[in-house]
């Protein structure tokens, strides 16, 4: 299929270069365990869950030891068999130190055994209660719980599930292994939400720069024999395409309104590592405890796609994959355009993280910045059709109530804009702190 007849949503994006190589052609190994876990309370949206285990306490894997009864959250489970040696605190890299539970692994301890269970002779609300019970967030990185997501309000109806795997971002490729080496997962996990939301139309979308991937999945859709509910769409390759209003206007043509949501046009959207979490969850009875993450960059001695253990360090990864090079200037958790920077390798792996870039000066190209020269760049390549040029000016001059009306909480933070901004302005961190010092006024 030629690039001309692949689909893509309209308004802006961009095309950094993808970088793929080698994390994409190597298959996922597990990472040993290592000998201690510390497992973050705070891995999804929303506030920190209480914890439910003590200082000495033994806990089993897959065990609940931190949950949100009330608001937005989502329950942490252990990820091995050992003891509690502490509850602590470990950094995050937005919050500062966020509580957590130390665990020290017992290596003979048994190992989580599967409870099959036939999904399909479960109601749909039965479905909705084992992924709530086994802390599901969306894996693509924004960590959202999913039970939460499943349920859009009553007023709104929805009429089709898109399965995200999209993986716009440089450097990543744990979606891209997930659909290749785990295909039927990932297809039984969409049929699975299909369910609970009541529809019959599903669409799973992939850029056509993994064609191994959409080829795998079209062959594993006709072999659940749902060829005519599932539809596997190749999309053409533009960044922001896996932002989620950008990927339902890629497929469906419907625009999400300002401030609205999905479901607002009929849609609900999970990623493809979703999907693969939720079929564990439902079909094997086992809490989500355990990612792909990637780990890439010239500043790492090998690249891999390592299925790790929330609560792992990026310490521990990294020497495991021999260490970091001589020439390695900053970390990423998550892809370059809208991942986080952090200072050291201090973090533990959560939910969320979908990649751990260890970067070059070469590669992320820091420098100064210089003032705006209204060349408009920025305007051409916003996918929402914003003015970060203007946010970016004002909130310079501390003005950040000026802000609002060029467009700044319909920003989520795709890094477009700093992209294409021939000053290297940092217009997504003014951007951010627009939000936070508005946020905090209240």
């Known amino acids: 299929m030629s690039s001309t007849a692949l689909r893509t949503f309209s308004l802006g994006g961009v095309h950094p270069p993808g970088r793929k190589a080698p994390a994409a052609g190597l298959a996922i190994e597990a ?22 285990v003590k200082k000495g306490e033994v806990v089993a894997e897959g065990q609940c030891i931190g949950r949100v009864d009330k608001g937005l959250g989502a329950s942490v489970h252990s990820p091995c068999a050992g003891k509690v040696t502490g509850l602590v605190r470990t950094p995050n890299p937005i919050l500062g130190l966020v509580p957590a539970v130390a665990i020290e692994p017992d290596p003979e301890a048994a190992a989580f055994a599967p409870l099959p269970e036939d999904w399909e002779a ?19 990185g924004a960590g959202f719980p999913t039970h ?30 997930l659909m290749l080496e785990r295909t039927a997962d990932v297809v039984q996990g969409v ?10 139309r599903a669409l799973i979308g992939v850029e056509a720069n993994k064609p191994d991937a959409i080829a795998a999945l079209l062959a594993a859709v006709e072999a659940a024999g749902e060829g005519g509910r599932i539809s596997v769409q190749p999309l053409a390759v533009k960044y922001p395409q896996g932002s989620e209003k950008q990927l339902i206007s890629a497929l469906t043509g419907r625009n999400v309104p300002a401030g609205g949501l999905p479901a607002h046009v009929g849609c609900v959207v999970q990623n493809v590592g979703t999907c693969c979490a939720v079929y564990e969850a439902v079909a094997l009875g086992r809490p989500c405890y355990e990612r792909v993450v990637t780990v890439a960059g010239a500043g ?11 609560g792992t360090s990026l310490r521990y990864l990294v020497e495991y994959l021999g260490g970091a090079t001589d020439e390695a200037a900053s970390c990423v958790l998550g892809g370059p355009m809208m991942g986080l920077a952090v200072q050291n390798l201090d973090y533990r792996v959560t939910k969320a993280t979908s990649g751990v870039l260890l970067l070059t000066a070469a590669e992320t190209g820091t420098g100064d910045f210089g003032p705006c020269i209204r060349c408009g760049r920025c305007l051409d ?13 004002y909130a310079e001059r501390g003005r950040y109530a000026d802000t609002p009306r060029f467009g700044l909480w319909d920003c989520f933070e795709c890094g477009s804009c700093a992209y294409v901004c021939p000053a290297k302005r940092p217009l997504v961190q003014f951007i951010r702190a627009s939000k936070l010092r508005l946020r905090c006024r209240g």
Not at 32 to 45: D, G, R, T
């Open 381 to 393: 390549a916003c996918p929402m059709g914003l003015e970060p040029r203007d946010i970016s000016i």
């Open 300 to 310: 790492v001695a090998r690249a891999a796609n390592l299925r790790c253990r929330v």
């Open 148 to 177: 939460i997501k499943l349920c859009p309000p009553p007023d709104l109806k929805v009429d089709t599930f898109i399965a995200n795997g999209v993986e716009c971002e440089s450097y990543l490729a744990a979606d891209h292994r």
């Open 191 to 200: 049929r699975i939400l299909r369910k609970v939301l009541g529809v019959e």
């Open 31 to 52: 990472l040993p365990a290592p000998s201690e876990y510390v497992v973050p309370l705070l891995q999804h949206c929303g506030a920190p869950a209480a914890p439910l």
């Open 122 to 140: 479960m109601e749909a609300c039965d479905i909705l209660g084992r992924i709530k019970e086994a802390g599901v967030v969306g894996m693509g």
